[in-house]
């Protein structure tokens, strides 16, 4: 994952968690999308990874639980492939949402 092009993303979860009411928690799915979800919605038995549970965070927050999330794996930052960015609709996998980068 390259740092340049997850920082444009950071800002997109920033934006997207600006407008929450209350924590949601950031999940790598096994395509490599970083989601969004409700802090009681569990999705490790789908094999995503998790990355942090955040409140209102900044980018600086939203940048370090996802690098954490990714050293905890054994996964680094310059290796991996390039992580996009979906808005979850909690508890329906089929009404998973793109979040526009434009």
């Known amino acids: 994952m390259e740092l340049s092009t997850l920082e444009c993303r950071i800002e997109a979860i920033v934006a997207e968690?600006?407008?929450?009411?209350?924590?949601?928690?950031?999940?790598?799915?096994?395509?490599?999308?970083?989601?969004?979800s409700e802090p009681e919605e569990e999705f490790e038995p789908l094999g995503w990874s998790y990355m942090a549970t955040l409140m209102h965070p900044?980018?600086?927050?939203v940048s370090k639980a996802v690098e954490e999330g990714l050293r905890c794996q054994g996964e680094s930052l310059a290796i991996q492939p390039v992580v996009s960015w979906k808005s979850t609709v909690v508890g329906i996998e089929s009404a998973l949402v793109p979040l526009s980068l434009s």
């Open 58 to 61: 900044d980018s600086k927050a």
């Open 17 to 36: 968690l600006a407008g929450c009411n209350g924590y949601r928690t950031i999940w790598l799915d096994t395509e490599g999308t970083l989601r969004l």
